[in-house]
Antibody, heavy 119, light 108 residues
Framework: QVQLQESGPGPVKPSETLSLTCSVS????????WSWIRQPSGRGLEWIGY???????NYHPSLKSRVTISVDTSKNQFSLKLRSVTAADTAVYYC?????????????WGQGTMVTVSP | EIVLTQSPGTLSLSPGERATLSCRAS???????LAWYQQKPGQAPRLLIH???SRATGIPDRFSGSESGTDFTLTISRLEPEDFAVYYC?????????FGQGTKVEIK
C-alpha cells in the first residue's frame, strides 16, 4: 500500500529556510493532491498547502509569501520550503495524500517529522 | 476562511457508552465537504469520515457522521478502548481548508 515518509535536515535557525521532502512508496505520485499540514506541540492542525501532481499549487494565505511546494515525479517525491522561519514555525510537519484523484481530504499521512526553530 | 468550532473540548465517558461530538461551521460548507479525523498521541491523524457522512475505508460502523445546516456531528455508538483519542473536524469546501480545535474523548 502507499506509504509516505517525511525527511529533513533537522533543526533550523530563525530566518533560515525549512526544507522537507516527502517520499512516496507503494504507488505513483501521479494524480492525487499532495499536502503539507503542521501541528505545533499540544495544539491543533494547520493546513499549509497542496500541490496537484500536474504542478498546480494552493497555499494557506497566512503562509503564502513564505511557502513553496514542488513535486519531482522522477523521484516520486514532493517537497516543502518555508522561508524566513521563526519559533512560531516549530511543529510536527506531516505530508499527506488526498483520498482520491479529486479535491478530497487526506487519507494517507506520513508519520510526521518534528521541526524545531531555534538559534 | 471558514471557522470550525468543536464542542465539547473534552468528553469523559466509559467504554460502551455513546459519544456525540459537535462541529459548528461559521458559514455554509458547500457539498458537505467536511471530514472527521481521529488522532492518538504520537500518531498522525486517521481519516474516519468524509463528505460529512461517508466512512473511510476500514472504519468500523460504530463511527457515523451527520449534518444539519452548519452543524456537523460525529457519533461513536459504543466506545471501544481504542477510541479514546482526540477528534478533529476539517472543512475542505473552501480555501484554505480549516480544522476545528479538537475534542478529546477520555476515559471516565
Amino acid at each position: 500500500q502507499v506509504q509516505l515518509q517525511e525527511s529533513g535536515p533537522g533543526p533550523v535557525k530563525p530566518s533560515e529556510t525549512l526544507s522537507l521532502t516527502c517520499s512516496v512508496s507503494g504507488g505513483s505520485i501521479s494524480n492525487f493532491y499532495w499536502s503539507w499540514i503542521r501541528q505545533p506541540s499540544g495544539r491543533g492542525l494547520e493546513w499549509i498547502g497542496y500541490i496537484y501532481y500536474g504542478g498546480s499549487t494552493n497555499y494557506h494565505p497566512s503562509l503564502k509569501s513564505r511557502v513553496t511546494i514542488s513535486v519531482d515525479t522522477s523521484k516520486n517525491q514532493f517537497s516543502l520550503k518555508l522561508r524566513s522561519v521563526t519559533a512560531a514555525d516549530t511543529a510536527v510537519y506531516y505530508c499527506a495524500r488526498s483520498l482520491g484523484d479529486f479535491w478530497s481530504p487526506p487519507d494517507i499521512w506520513g508519520q510526521g517529522t518534528m521541526v524545531t526553530v531555534s538559534p | 476562511e471558514i471557522v470550525l468550532t468543536q464542542s465539547p473540548g473534552t468528553l469523559s465517558l466509559s467504554p460502551g457508552e455513546r459519544a456525540t461530538l459537535s462541529c459548528r461551521a461559521s458559514q455554509s460548507v458547500i457539498s458537505s465537504y467536511l471530514a472527521w479525523y481521529q488522532q492518538k498521541p504520537g500518531q498522525a491523524p486517521r481519516l474516519l469520515i468524509h463528505d460529512a457522512s461517508s466512512r473511510a475505508t476500514g472504519i468500523p460502523d460504530r463511527f457515523s457522521g451527520s449534518e444539519s445546516g452548519t452543524d456537523f456531528t460525529l457519533t461513536i455508538s459504543r466506545l471501544e478502548p481504542e477510541d479514546f483519542a482526540v477528534y478533529y473536524c476539517q472543512q475542505y469546501a473552501s480555501s484554505p481548508p480549516t480544522f476545528g480545535q479538537g475534542t478529546k474523548v477520555e476515559i471516565k
